[in-house]
Nanobody, 115 residues
């Protein structure tokens, strides 16, 4: 069964850090472009960062310099290191391929940043 499992979220004060993990069961991440998506309260889910097969990364402007993607091919896991967190980073974080496959959405992991 193909499944993506996110973890690592939590409650953190502004300026703090979290590292999110996305582990794939059934899909080999190293041959796919993988993205982290965020859904803030009352807003649509958006792509915030992605990593290509070659390890190149892209970020939306609001997280550039604060978020860093990395990948462990042996563990079939993609990480999102989030530093200098801001209250506006609050939301559910989900991983998926890019372009995404709706059938792959997992439970996500909640990130809450308090001011």
């Amino acid at each position: 069964q193909v499944q993506l499992v996110e973890s690592g979220g939590g409650l953190v004060q502004a300026g703090g850090s979290l590292r999110l993990s996305c582990t794939s069961f059934g899909i080999i991440f190293r041959v796919n472009k993988v993205g982290w998506y965020r859904q803030a309260p009352g807003k649509q889910r958006e792509l915030v960062a992605r990593i290509t097969r070659d390890g190149n990364t892209d970020y939306i402007d609001s997280v550039k310099g604060r978020f860093t993607l990395s990948r462990d091919n042996a563990k079939n896991t993609v990480y999102l290191q989030m530093n200098s967190l801001k209250p506006e980073d609050t939301g559910g974080y989900y991983c998926n391929l890019d372009p995404l496959l709706p059938s792959l959405w997992g439970q996500g992991t909640q990130v809450t940043v308090s001011s």
